[in-house]
């Protein structure tokens, strides 16, 4: 299946938009495992490491500094209320924690080290990029000059070298446009693909270019069964490690689970409890699949309904074990 998506949607991430970080993630995945080709023009990745900071601070930074500098006014038939002082209390506590995640994002955000920075990083070390040439470049300056879409005006050429980058390369298939930008849909009908474009791909590839305005609802339709069959895989695969009854059923969960990228919290607080309770794989917790995994699970704790002290547990024991053996 081969997918492009354009520099609004990854831009989205950061916003306040419709788009799921747990899309991204999903399509990380799905890219890994080749049942998704992303193509990656070079235009984008220089759009998107360009614009990136623009983005953060006209859509986010605002709003966090209107978060960090929010006071509650509280009419006086309020302050009088048996319970007020528990409320007001309640609201310092979270105030607190808010303007201390406010700070640790403000960070994050400069050290390109926020989820979507490094989910988007990840996607454009696996996708398959398309280099500008200056025959891709001339192609799109003449698009331009000749009123094709995608068209933004007459100076820009930055859509040109992205559709131009897409009809030189070797797509085999279908191939499904997620954008948001209005350049390349039908004027009179919003949310169908610019029949100029259709019409354009067919006659360039002899194939079918479907249009989505987001990643959600390109996964909702196109990928849903796929995806809840593979959660269905990882669960199994979680029920087999937390219920190993041999050393070799727990190298086969975890040579299973190794295929996947994420897990819930529920499903990383099962298989950190699995450790110290099952003699299974603590008897085998410094083989090296078996270490290796867990501490790749241990490398994103602490996470927001993670038992930190759990955690801590598991790394101490993984530790000893380390140096016994």
């Known amino acids: ?5 354009d520099t609004n949607i990854f831009h989205d991430f950061y916003r306040m938009a419709s788009e799921d970080i747990d899309e991204l993630s999903k399509l990380v995945e ?3 495992s080749q049942n998704i080709i992303l193509w990656l023009p070079e235009q984008i990745k220089h759009e998107f490491y360009t614009n990136r900071e623009s983005v953060l601070k006209n859509d986010v930074k605002i709003k966090l500094k209107e978060l960090h500098n929010y006071k509650p006014q509280y009419p006086n038939i ?8 528990g409320i007001h209390e309640q609201f310092d506590v979270y105030k607190t924690a808010l303007v201390r995640l406010i700070g640790d994002l403000n960070e994050k955000m400069a050290d390109r080290g926020l989820a979507a920075d490094l989910l988007i990083e990840n996607l454009f070390e696996i996708a398959t990029t398309i280099e500008i040439t200056t025959d891709l470049h001339d192609k799109a300056k003449r698009r331009v000059e000749l009123g094709k879409p995608p068209l933004k005006s007459s100076t820009n050429i930055r859509d040109g ?13 279908c191939l499904f446009m997620i954008t948001g930008d209005s350049d390349y849909y039908c004027p009179l009908y919003k949310k169908e ?9 067919r006659e360039s590839k002899s194939n ?18 796929i995806y ?14 937390v219920n190993s009854n041999s050393f070799q059923q727990t190298h086969e969960a975890v040579a299973q689970l190794q295929e996947f990228l994420t897990f819930d ?56 074990r380390e140096e016994t053996s």
């Open 228 to 241: 809840l069959g593979k959660e269905e895989e990882k669960a199994e695969g979680v029920r087999l490690l």
């Open 30 to 32: 799905e890219v890994k």
């Open 265 to 320: 919290n529920i499903q990383v607080m099962a298989m950190l409890s699995a450790v110290l309770e099952n003699r299974q794989i603590k008897g085998i917790l410094t083989d090296d699949d078996v270490c290796g995994f867990y501490k790749s699970i241990l490398e994103d704790i602490p996470t927001q309904g993670v038992d930190v002290i759990l955690a801590e547990k598991v790394r101490s024991l993984m530790a000893s």
């Open 1 to 5: 299946m081969n997918i492009f998506i």
């Open 193 to 201: 693909g610019h029949n100029f474009l259709i019409r354009e791909w």
């Open 208 to 225: 079918e270019l479907v249009f989505y305005q987001s990643l959600n609802e390109f996964f909702r339709e196109r990928f849903n069964s």
């Open 78 to 85: 309020l302050k009088h209320a048996p319970e007020f002082i």
């Open 161 to 173: 070298v992205n559709w131009e980058s897409l009809k030189a390369s070797d797509i085999d298939g």
